[in-house]
């Protein structure tokens, strides 16, 4: 059994993920933005849109024990009309979506698993070097879209560099959230099964890394998340905007 951490573990896919993942034995830590998203004891609580939250957050967690597999599943998405930016001058789009998992990534040791929830937008998403932060075009879904197929492009750059780690990402599908609207078809309980079974399974097709996912199969994305040219800029550009190193 692991100690997995679970971001975003308060509500949605992530809530649903760290109670699988706990019927199944494992140590959760699970994680909200705030005490009172947490809304109940035994929560780290760190604001992603913020890097002096997110290292205070990674310090926590090391403090409980150093996590075994980390499943980056906070995400969000703007649903207003102008470009947010947050405290650290950074895109909040991307900031949490793309840098935070990174952060975290970086100031813990390095875990067995890391799977990083993305989402099938990505297919219209774009990674453009000059402009991660869409400071000369933003709209909510070209910012979601490319942030997740930033976080994606750095989920397989973290395959690359450490071999020894899994480290994949996955589509949950089109589930009823508060993020996505509760008109869409599935459950949590179908958008967290393959998340979960990712993070804890010792089924031969989960124990691959550099591999992207949806239903428990692995899927072709958008072709920029294989480029390891662009994987190791982009996973340069996002180390600096952090300020942050890997192992
Ligand atoms: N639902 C879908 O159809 C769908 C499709 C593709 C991908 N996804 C991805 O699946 C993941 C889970 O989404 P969901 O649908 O379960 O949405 P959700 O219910 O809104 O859950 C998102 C989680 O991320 C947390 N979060 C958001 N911004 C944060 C911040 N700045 N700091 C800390 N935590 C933050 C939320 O906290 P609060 O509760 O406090 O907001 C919540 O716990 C996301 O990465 C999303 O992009 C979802």
């Known amino acids: 059994m692991s100690r997995i951490l679970v971001t975003g573990s308060n509500d949605g896919i992530g809530a649903e993920i760290a109670r699988v993942l706990d019927s199944q034995g494992h140590h959760v830590i699970r994680h909200a933005r705030s005490v009172e998203r947490a809304g109940g004891a035994g929560f780290v609580v760190g604001e992603l849109s913020s890097l002096q939250s997110t290292r205070e957050m990674a310090a926590d967690v090391l403090r409980l024990g150093a996590p075994e597999v980390v499943v980056h599943n906070a995400g969000w998405g703007s649903k207003d009309e102008s470009r947010p930016v947050t405290g650290d001058g950074l895109e909040q789009t991307f900031q949490i979506n793309a840098l935070a998992p990174l952060l975290l990534t970086a100031l813990l040791p390095r875990p067995r698993r890391i799977v990083f929830v993305?989402?099938?937008?990505?297919?219209?998403?774009?990674?453009?070097?000059?402009?991660?932060?869409?400071?000369?075009?933003?709209?909510?879904?070209?910012?979601?879209?490319?942030?997740?197929?930033?976080?994606?492009?750095?989920?397989?750059?973290?395959?690359?560099?450490?071999?020894?780690?899994?480290?994949?990402?996955?589509?949950?599908?089109?589930?009823?959230?508060?993020?996505?609207?509760?008109?869409?078809?599935?459950?949590?309980?179908?958008?967290?099964?393959?998340?979960?079974?990712?993070?804890?399974?010792?089924?031969?097709?989960?124990?691959?890394?550099?591999?992207?996912?949806?239903?428990?199969?692995?899927?072709?994305?958008?072709?920029?998340?294989?480029?390891?040219?662009?994987?190791?800029?982009?996973?340069?550009?996002?180390?600096?905007?952090?300020?942050?190193?890997?192992?």
């Open 118 to 247: 993305s989402s099938d937008s990505i297919s219209r998403g774009r990674i453009r070097l000059d402009d991660l932060q869409h400071e000369q075009e933003w709209t909510q879904d070209a910012a979601y879209a490319d942030s997740k197929l930033a976080m994606t492009a750095l989920a397989f750059a973290l395959a690359r560099r450490w071999p020894d780690v899994l480290s994949n990402a996955v589509h949950p599908g089109w589930v009823s959230t508060k993020m996505s609207g509760y008109a869409a078809p599935l459950t949590v309980a179908q958008g967290a099964d393959t998340p979960a079974w990712l993070a804890g399974s010792d089924d031969p097709e989960a124990l691959v890394t550099g591999t992207f996912f949806q239903d428990r199969q692995a899927i072709e994305v958008n072709p920029q998340a294989y480029d390891v040219d662009l994987q190791d800029a982009l996973l340069t550009r996002c180390l600096e905007l952090c300020d942050a190193t890997l192992s």
